[in-house]
């Protein structure tokens, strides 16, 4: 069955796309939702001629995914978490945990454009933030356990400070 959607569904297309799917799920939750109506011949010219009165509009659009694209690029999050003994969550990290932590850093972002699977062990993964359909980011997330995240600092501070001393010995002899 096709479709033209009415509003973005993560997963399955943005707004104004034409889509196919099966006809039990348009049906029963698309078409009475208001998410989406039939792309039959009339339908499809209405959108054609509605997308090019909003040319410009989307364009501004997509500028503005794009600003807010640059504003949180390079962002890398470490995320500290509790831990079991085999590197197993207490929980898990979700978007709404990668959404408050990029809004601690000041960059205001809605957990529904964060899509990622839910992490539930320790490590390095990657949440992706859909500002528009042909604008996203990558941020990469890195879970690590509550106590370590000060042993961390340490080990960096004294990988940092070694080599400092290493070069400071042969220009003294």
Excluded: C, W
Excluded at 42 to 66: D, H, T
């Amino acid at each position: 069955m096709e479709l033209i959607l009415k509003e973005d569904i993560i997963g399955l297309g943005f707004k104004n796309d034409i889509v196919s799917v099966k006809s039990g799920y348009g049906r029963n939750y698309l078409i009475p939702q208001g998410k989406a109506v039939i792309a039959s011949e009339s339908a499809k010219k209405v959108l054609a001629e509605n997308l090019k009165q909003q040319a410009n509009k989307l364009a501004a659009l997509k500028a503005a995914a794009e600003k807010k694209a640059e504003a949180i690029n390079g962002i890398a999050l470490t995320i500290p978490a509790k831990v079991s003994a085999t590197g197993a969550l207490y929980g898990s990290v979700t978007s709404a945990t990668v959404a408050e932590e990029l809004a601690k850093l000041g960059k205001e972002v809605d957990r529904k454009i964060i899509v990622m699977r839910d992490i539930k062990n320790v490590g390095e993964y990657v949440a992706t933030v859909v500002f528009h359909k042909e604008v996203s980011v990558e941020i990469p997330v890195t879970v690590v356990a509550e106590g370590a995240k000060a042993e961390v600092k340490e080990e960096v501070a004294e990988v940092e400070a070694a080599p400092v001393q290493e070069e400071e010995a042969p220009a003294a002899e």
